[in-house]
């Protein structure tokens, strides 16, 4: 029997994206940010895109395949996919279900995607404001735990807590995100450098997210990948970037309600992360550059221990800015500025990073890159990561 894998069978051979935008300052719909950006895909990978015939994406988008379709003018839809989970934990597994589509030969020609315009719609990081709460909130409500940044911080806190983990080593994921976009045109932080100075003189948000610059942005547009077979990817414009490894998920009771997961202090990648690493035939020695999803700093931290990129009782030393910054640090990570710095558009636009690094066209090259790790939205459940490399990596 055939080994059942995506490892090398299929190829990201577009990527595109809009012009990243602040919080309510699109002049676009958030549909035509999408097709935007499924547009510039194809024109990257040299596909009319009236080819393709599947759609993947994740968060609830609200842009949905068959609209897309039409207004493609697609002559065909086979495929069309949404992954459950809020957020950004499951940007890998959108790619991966793309690509399993593709390899299944349900599909040729699939696109996975995110449009976001939350200055036209509610925005992911306010607290609830309905009059009655139910589920999970009628626990929380009470006590004040109403936003992604104040429930996540309690398992951080725990976590820096039991490994004395310092600030500093969170201060060290953020400056490494502003100091990448400084040299990327689309970021929405170019321009906007950040020092210690500033970093430790910011506002409190919560406690360890003591600082503004440890929570994400919030912004408008949209990002899209084109996945092809491996086979068809050589005869397009670019070096293919094949899929190495893909998993989503999370571990035994991840999910369960009202903090009362047995294992607290955690981003729920520590399954996601053995089966992605298996899949791949690799680990995270072998990766050259890091894309890790911030929803906050230290969702950062614990994503990157669970990979098995941080030892935790080594971070305060492994987390420094020298050993994160492109294209001299032992582990370059968030080349583009991330979530925190280039834009928050769920986690998609790193992946298209990932593939400029394999390309060797990113505005923060690390030489020769041949594999490269995305790490999914932490703390969320399911979450879900992905490994890309080059024909080199296969």
């Keep these: 029997m055939s080994e059942r ?29 999408a097709l935007i950006a499924i547009l510039e895909a194809c024109r990257d990978a040299g596909i009319d895109p009236r080819e393709v015939d599947g759609f993947a994406s994740y968060g609830g988008d609200r842009s949905e395949a068959v609209r897309l379709a039409a207004a493609l003018g697609i002559r065909e839809l086979r495929f069309s996919n949404m992954h459950w989970g809020g957020g950004g934990g499951g940007v890998a597994a959108s790619v991966a279900n793309a690509t399993a589509a593709v390899h299944a030969g349900m599909a040729n020609c699939v696109i996975a995607f995110r449009s976001l315009a939350q200055g036209q719609f509610a925005r992911y990081g306010r607290g609830n404001q309905a009059a009655v709460v139910g589920g999970d909130d009628a626990f929380l409500a009470p006590y004040g735990l109403m936003s992604p940044a104040q429930r996540f911080a309690m398992k951080i806190t725990r976590f820096m ?15 490494a995100s502003y100091h990448h976009a400084q040299t990327n045109p689309r970021a929405v932080m170019n321009g906007r450098p950040l020092s210690e100075e500033k970093y430790d003189a910011s506002r409190w948000i919560i406690e360890p997210f003591h600082r503004l610059f440890d929570c994400c942005q919030e912004n408008d547009g949209a990002g899209a990948v084109l996945a092809v077979p491996a086979g068809r990817a050589k005869d397009l414009p670019h070096r293919p970037t094949y899929l190495l490894g893909a998993a989503q998920g999370g571990h035994h009771r991840s999910a369960a309600p009202v903090h009362n997961a047995p294992d607290y202090a955690s981003a729920h990648f520590k399954t996601v992360a053995r089966n992605m690493w298996d899949m791949a035939k690799l680990g995270p020695g072998d990766c050259d550059v890091v894309q890790a999803y911030e929803n906050f700093t230290g969702g950062v931290l614990l994503s990157l221990v669970e990979h098995g990129f941080v030892d935790p009782e080594r971070a305060n030393e492994q987390l420094v800015l020298e050993n994160l910054l492109a294209p001299s640090g032992r582990m370059p990570m968030n080349t583009s500025g991330g979530n925190l710095a280039e834009c928050y558009m769920h986690g998609l636009e790193m992946v298209n990073e990932a593939v400029r690094q394999l390309r060797g066209t990113a505005c923060n090259q690390v030489p ?3 594999v490269v790790a995305v790490l999914g939205g932490p703390m969320v459940t399911p979450v879900s990561s992905l490994v890309l490399g080059t024909e080199a990596s296969l």
């Excluded at 995506?6 to 602040?22: C, S």
């Excluded at 807590?161 to 080593?169: C, K, L, P, S």
Aim: hydrophobic share 35%; proline share 2%.
């Design 161 to 175: 807590t039991d490994h004395g983990i310092r600030h500093e080593a969170l201060r060290a994921i953020a400056m």
């Design 5 to 33: 894998t995506l490892r090398g069978k299929v190829a990201i051979a577009g990527i595109g994206e809009t012009t990243y935008y602040r919080h309510g300052q699109s002049p676009d719909a958030e549909f035509k940010l």
């Design 368 to 370: 020769d890159a041949k």
